[in-house]
């Protein structure tokens, strides 16, 4: 290869993000002539999920995605099916109901934007088929082997009903290895209970250890094999990382497996994986179980294990911070099962950042219990609509510096305790009883800012 050509090729991979994003994020010349608010084809947030939906683009070590620059994006290759993903979200494949649909029309632009939106939310599985179809493609009809020739909903199609050639899966089957129940263990992953029913297995901390772990007991996300559908064990993504940023992940599996293994690891074909700080507790097939009727009526021993640990599970951001919104969370669901005392005493001892909201349409009058206190490094506790009463130990929050308790229509009284809270700032009580008492030593400090807001001083 001449010099010159070498030196293109490599003008080319270097700049090939700086031509994706001025083709598809900035507007064209005579677009902006036309209109000078004019927008490109899509933002550079969802350039980038495309791009990095490619399981054949590379990025450095540690790479965060999400927080990354345009500049930051110079050090990624992008695969080579990003050109394709780009030209199909940009481009739909009509349907024959948009083909009768005026294109000018309000129902055809309402039909494009909903298959934009489906086509994103659909990014993990596009990134599995493509994955699948680089491993097969040698063995298809020739006509299906050039991904451009190919129309997502054809791709879907390949990975659905693709059969390997009989000899070819006799070959595979030699090989494939019986796991025995010591599968269960693997380094990154730890079994904190066996019982009689269930083994509950705890992967944590953001490293290529526990990442193989999820990646392992989810079984490689080899769905079609007898193993998980999970996201977090897709080999060389990014998911398991979104994750276990916020909390661990807990893998349950039962002792009996009935005889049903996923073909890849051995393990028990039915198994379940629980994130409690997005609130996400999902079977193999990757749909939301209910947690509550699960650990109920099929796993009670669970029940009473995950007390303490579903508890030290809903602290995000480094285990500080836990955020509640009553009932549809986490949180709502340990409440739901344990009840609101045993919530405040098994939290965290050392949260610094605490809310809890109450969405439903049942009214809740709670009486704050005195494990309130407990939290000594508290900075901002967060209280709306849901109680009628503080405990006194609120004067242990030395800490505390932000208190809000907007809409508590049955709270009567702040506790004398609070004027002792030397770091306390700021105090909402909007919505609240408008006749609430305030210790006098605290009034006295506070600046009224109009709408329940108070500055302390």
Same mark, same amino acid.
């Given at each position: 290869?001449?010099?010159?050509?070498?030196?293109?090729?490599?003008?080319?991979?270097?700049?090939?993000?700086?031509?994706?994003?001025?083709?598809?994020?900035?507007?064209?010349?005579?677009?902006?002539?036309?209109?000078?608010?004019?927008? +490109?084809?899509?933002?550079?947030?969802?350039?980038?999920?495309?791009?990095?939906?490619?399981?054949?683009?590379?990025?450095?070590?540690?790479?965060?995605?999400? +927080?990354?620059?345009?500049?930051?994006?110079?050090?990624?290759?992008?695969?080579?099916?990003?050109?394709?993903?780009?030209?199909?979200?940009?481009?739909?494949?009509?349907?024959?109901?948009?083909?009768?649909?005026?294109?000018?029309?309000?129902?055809?632009?309402?039909?494009?934007?909903?298959?934009?939106?489906?086509?994103?939310?659909?990014?993990?599985?596009?990134?599995?088929?493509?994955?699948?179809?680089?491993?097969?493609?040698?063995?298809?009809?020739?006509?299906?082997?050039?991904?451009?020739?190919?129309?997502?909903?054809?791709?879907?199609?390949?990975?659905?009903?693709?059969?390997?050639?009989?000899?070819?899966?006799?070959?595979?089957?030699?090989?494939?290895?019986?796991?025995?129940?010591?599968?269960?263990?693997?380094?990154?992953?730890?079994?904190?209970?066996?019982?009689?029913?269930?083994?509950?297995?705890?992967?944590?901390?953001?490293?290529?250890?526990?990442?193989?772990?999820?990646?392992?007991?989810?079984?490689?996300?080899?769905?079609?094999?007898?193993?998980?559908?999970?996201?977090?064990?897709?080999?060389?993504?990014?998911?398991?990382?979104?994750?276990?940023?916020?909390?661990?992940?807990?893998?349950?599996?039962?002792?009996?497996?009935?005889?049903?293994?996923?073909?890849?690891?051995?393990?028990?074909?039915?198994?379940?994986?629980?994130?409690?700080?997005?609130?996400?507790?999902?079977?193999?097939?990757?749909?939301?179980?209910?947690?509550?009727?699960?650990?109920?009526?099929?796993?009670?021993?669970?029940?009473?294990?995950?007390?303490?640990?579903?508890?030290?599970?809903?602290?995000?951001? +480094?285990?500080?911070?836990?955020?509640?919104?009553?009932?549809?969370?986490?949180? +709502?669901?340990?409440?739901?099962?344990?009840?609101?005392?045993?919530?405040?005493?098994?939290?965290?001892?050392?949260?610094?950042?605490?809310?809890?909201?109450?969405?439903?349409?049942?009214?809740?009058?709670?009486?704050?219990?005195?494990?309130?206190?407990?939290?000594?490094?508290?900075?901002?506790?967060?209280?709306?609509?849901?109680?009628?009463?503080?405990?006194?130990?609120?004067?242990?929050?030395?800490?505390?510096?932000?208190?809000?308790?907007?809409?508590?229509?049955?709270?009567?009284?702040?506790?004398?305790?609070?004027?002792?809270?030397?770091?306390?700032?700021?105090?909402?009580?909007?919505?609240?009883?408008?006749?609430?008492?305030?210790?006098?030593?605290?009034?006295?400090?506070?600046?009224?800012?109009?709408?329940?807001?108070?500055?302390?001083?």
């Amino acid at each position: 290869m001449r010099f010159t050509s070498v030196l293109k090729k490599l003008i080319v991979e270097n700049s090939r993000f700086k031509v994706l994003y001025d083709k598809m994020v900035t507007p064209s010349q005579k677009a902006l002539e036309k209109n000078p608010k004019a927008k +490109g084809l899509m933002t550079f947030d969802i350039l980038k999920r495309i791009i990095f939906a490619d399981p054949d683009t590379k990025a450095p070590e540690n790479f965060d995605i999400d +927080g990354a620059s345009i500049d930051d994006m110079d050090k990624v290759k992008v695969g080579k099916f990003t050109q394709w993903m780009l030209k199909n979200f940009a481009v739909p494949t009509m349907t024959d109901e948009m083909k009768a649909l005026d294109p000018q029309s309000k129902e055809f632009k309402n039909a494009i934007k909903s298959y934009r939106e489906l086509y994103l939310e659909d990014l993990f599985k596009m990134t599995e088929q493509l994955q699948f179809f680089e491993k097969v493609k040698q063995y298809l009809p020739e006509n299906q082997r050039d991904i451009n020739k190919l129309t997502p909903a054809q791709l879907k199609d390949i990975f659905a009903n693709f059969k390997l050639p009989e000899k070819k899966q006799k070959e595979l089957e030699k090989k494939q290895a019986k796991k025995t129940r010591e599968g269960l263990k693997h380094a990154g992953g730890d079994i904190i209970f066996e019982g009689s029913d269930w083994v509950l297995i705890k992967v944590e901390g953001n490293n290529p250890t526990s990442k193989d772990a999820a990646i392992y007991y989810g079984g490689y996300k080899d769905y079609r094999e007898g193993e998980s559908d999970w996201c977090t064990s897709a080999p060389g993504l990014t998911w398991f990382e979104r994750y276990i940023k916020d909390g661990p992940l807990y893998v349950v599996f039962p002792q009996n497996d009935n005889g049903q293994v996923g073909k890849r690891t051995g393990l028990p074909e039915e198994r379940y994986q629980f994130h409690f700080p997005s609130s996400q507790f999902m079977d193999r097939h990757d749909r939301q179980i209910d947690l509550v009727k699960f650990l109920n009526e099929k796993a009670p021993e669970l029940k009473e294990f995950f007390r303490g640990e579903f508890a030290k599970g809903l602290a995000t951001k +480094g285990g500080k911070k836990v955020e509640i919104v009553y009932p549809n969370s986490s949180a +709502g669901k340990y409440v739901a099962l344990y009840g609101f005392d045993d919530l405040f005493a098994n939290l965290p001892t050392d949260i610094e950042h605490l809310m809890i909201n109450n969405t439903s349409q049942t009214p809740i009058a709670l009486d704050v219990p005195e494990t309130l206190g407990r939290f000594k490094s508290l900075d901002a506790l967060v209280l709306q609509n849901i109680c009628k009463s503080l405990p006194d130990s609120i004067g242990n929050l030395k800490e505390l510096s932000f208190l809000s308790l907007p809409d508590n229509k049955q709270l009567v009284s702040l506790p004398e305790s609070i004027n002792g809270l030397e770091n306390l700032s700021f105090v909402n009580l909007k919505g609240s009883n408008p006749n609430i008492k305030i210790p006098e030593v605290l009034k006295e400090k506070m600046m009224d800012q109009g709408d329940g807001f108070y500055y302390v001083m």
